[in-house]
T-cell receptor, first 110, second 114 residues
């Protein structure tokens, strides 16, 4: 089977750094993506790791280690607007099926 | 602002009604998707079209009927739905690349079946 596991909830304070982990059990995928979804909104793309290593996009960074079947999303200088759900996702090779993790709900406190 | 446009944003329909959800994108993407999302759950893939041909049907009940009239449009025809079909229906698109993994979602259509 194929699955991605993430923590269900994370709480952090404004200005802090938070890391959301994603471990997966899947064979044959192109890379690991991260999506953000605010309540009542649609998922929006944040970051993609096609290769092992760190990708940085502003306050957000993402990391992938295929040998460890592990990735994470790092959010720095947290702001209240970062309160949202975050999903890791992989697209299986040879097709279009993208599998999403269950999502991590991030609460940012003042 | 999302470049994938969905209409209507909200839809309430009875179990005997026939309605359609519409989606449009002008990013030149040749892969288009329908996802269903329940509250506090991840998006769940329903259908994928690639080059206007149905590529994936995730064993979706026949009361959901997708249609891809051209490379920019995607419809989801609804008939005889059940209350448990109430959910957020997300249209999405992406490039058809071997390693492309960025999916662009529309704002979704909130469907309530009464």
């Amino acid at each position: 089977g194929q699955s991605l596991e993430q923590p269900s909830e994370v709480t952090a304070v404004e200005g802090a750094i938070v890391q959301i982990n994603c471990t997966y059990q899947t064979s044959g995928f192109y890379g690991l993506s991260w999506y953000q979804q605010h309540d009542g909104g649609a998922p929006t793309f944040l970051s993609y790791n096609g290769l092992d290593g760190l990708e940085e996009t502003g306050r957000f960074s993402s990391f992938l280690s295929r040998s460890d079947s592990y990735g994470y999303l790092l959010l720095q200088e947290l702001q209240m607007k970062d309160s949202a759900s975050y999903f890791c996702a992989v697209r299986r090779t040879g097709g279009f099926k993208t599998i999403f993790g269950a999502g991590t709900r991030l609460f940012v406190k003042a | 602002d999302t470049e994938v446009t969905q209409t209507p944003k909200h839809l309430v329909m009875g179990m005997t009604n026939k309605k359609s959800l519409k989606c449009e994108q002008h990013m030149g993407h040749r892969a288009m998707y329908w996802y269903k999302q329940k509250a506090k759950k991840p998006p769940e893939l329903m259908f994928v079209y690639s080059y206007e041909k149905l590529s994936i049907n995730e064993s979706v009940p026949s009361r959901f009927s997708p249609e891809c009239p051209n490379s920019s449009l995607l419809n989801l025809h609804l008939h005889a739905l059940q209350p448990e079909d109430s959910a957020l229906y997300l249209c999405a698109s992406s490039q058809v690349l071997a390693n492309g993994n960025t999916i662009y979602f529309g704002e979704g259509s909130w469907l309530t079946v009464v």
